[in-house]
């Protein structure tokens, strides 16, 4: 900051001061209740904290909350092509969500038909070896 507007600020700071502007202020006297914002980079606090003094989510906790209520009615459904239409909702919803992260593939959430896909796989490996003669 320039020399001047400092000097300027303190003077205003200082007058406010006399005329008694900070006094019986809402929360005087009480601990400020500060956010736990360190999981947060540094350049995107500002950001979260005008997002969240909006009542808005980032994009990832939406999406986040989304596939959760995907997942709670694709619980309950007995229809098979609602049931297959929500299935490829929830993975597309998934994807997303994983390619927001930018983090390693490690950390990706699992398509919603990926543990089908190895139960059914691992059932069909165990089926082959049950048929499958034994040779003595």
């Not at 320039?2 to 601990?31: H, V, Y």
């Not at 909350?65 to 229809?79: N, Q, R, S, W, Y």
Request: proline letters at 6%.
């Amino acid at each position: 900051m320039f020399p001047g507007f400092t000097k300027i600020i303190e003077e205003r700071i200082q007058k406010a001061m006399m005329d008694g502007a900070f006094q019986n202020l809402p929360g005087s006297g009480k601990p400020l209740h500060l956010e736990e914002d360190r999981h947060i980079p540094e350049d995107l606090r500002l950001a979260h904290k005008i997002l969240k003094n909006a009542d808005c989510l980032p994009p990832e906790i939406e999406l986040k909350k989304e596939i959760l209520t995907t997942e709670d009615l694709l619980a309950g459904m007995e229809d098979t092509r609602e049931k297959y239409r929500l299935t490829k909702k929830l993975n597309f919803l998934i994807l997303r969500l994983n390619t927001l992260r930018r983090a390693s593939i490690e950390f990706d959430m699992p398509q919603h038909y990926a543990r089908k896909l190895m139960d059914r796989m691992e059932n069909r490996a165990d089926e082959g070896s049950k048929k499958a003669p034994h040779a003595f």
